[in-house]
């Protein structure tokens, strides 16, 4: 089985094909914040910020980010941006810094009291020790009351049924023509799958919506064949049995559906 150890988002020339600051749909950016708002949630650690989509909406909706990815092709998209929005609005707070999640109390020292796609972390099964490193880390940054929110592919589907269900949840503009799966195994077990999306760009490697000057790029990514209520029962163990724990699909409670694109996890420290 090839080895992934290096970060498949440190790349900039996949960064761009996969829509690098391609706006948010207006029904995710709605559940987002009514999950942040809800909860009175002022600060925000987006600990997978990549380019800066979510931080930006964060940011427009008058909250304190700190931003932090490990990958330095993400992070570029987010610096050129500060600028811009401290051009826009003076009193924003946003740092941006580059932060691994196995080593987050160490690479943010300071940072404190934050109310807030891990499966492209490849870990070994059943143990999980880099899950449960990172989510400890998390649960370090989380005060009391902090919600904790974090989403991944339906892998459920890929394993069960051989394909990912591509639907567009996250974005204003579809720009995934297909997704095709592979699945590699080790002892006779699913210990990683690859995911690639035929992205549809324009001519200078940007997402598009000119069907003149589009083209279709293959990007492949990495991730780890991890069920949702394994990563849930992961979750609760994690940050204990008193947090309040709830699974969404597609940005709606989860009420057993298949043709589910994206979970979202929601555990509130209480």
Not at 40 to 62: F, M
Not at 92 to 101: F, K, V
Not at 243 to 267: M, N, T, W
Request: with cysteine; proline share 4%; charged share 25%.
């Amino acid at each position: 089985m090839e080895n992934w150890t290096g970060n498949p988002f440190d790349d900039s020339e996949a960064v761009s094909h996969l829509g690098a600051l391609a706006r948010r749909s207006s029904e995710y950016e709605e559940w987002l914040l009514h999950q942040l708002k809800s909860r009175g949630c002022t600060k925000v650690l987006d600990v997978a910020c990549g380019t800066g989509v979510d931080s930006i909406t964060l940011l427009n909706n008058n909250m304190e980010v700190v931003s932090c990815d490990d990958a330095e092709a993400m992070l570029c998209h987010a610096r050129k941006e500060r600028p811009r929005m401290k051009n826009e609005s003076h009193d924003i707070s946003w740092d941006i810094i580059r932060a691994n999640w196995l080593t987050l109390q160490e690479d943010l020292p300071g940072y404190r009291d934050f109310g807030s796609s891990i499966f492209h972390l490849i870990d070994s099964l059943p143990e999980l020790p880099l899950y449960r490193q990172c989510l400890t880390n998390f649960k370090h940054f989380l005060k009391p009351g902090g919600l904790l929110l974090i989403d991944h592919r339906n892998m459920d589907s890929i394993l069960d049924r051989g394909f990912a269900v591509n639907k567009n949840v996250y974005h204003e503009i579809d720009t995934v023509k297909s997704i095709s799966t592979n699945i590699k195994e080790k002892d006779g077990s699913p210990a990683l799958v690859e995911i690639t999306y035929d992205m549809i760009v324009d001519n200078t490697g940007g997402s598009t919506t000119n069907r003149k000057d589009e083209q279709e790029v293959p990007v492949t990514m990495p991730l780890t064949p991890l069920r949702v209520h394994k990563f849930g029962d992961l979750l609760k163990e994690v940050f204990g049995e008193k947090c309040e724990y709830s699974l969404y699909g597609d940005l709606r409670p989860f009420d057993g559906e298949k043709e589910i694109a994206y979970f979202q996890h929601s555990v509130e420290n209480i």
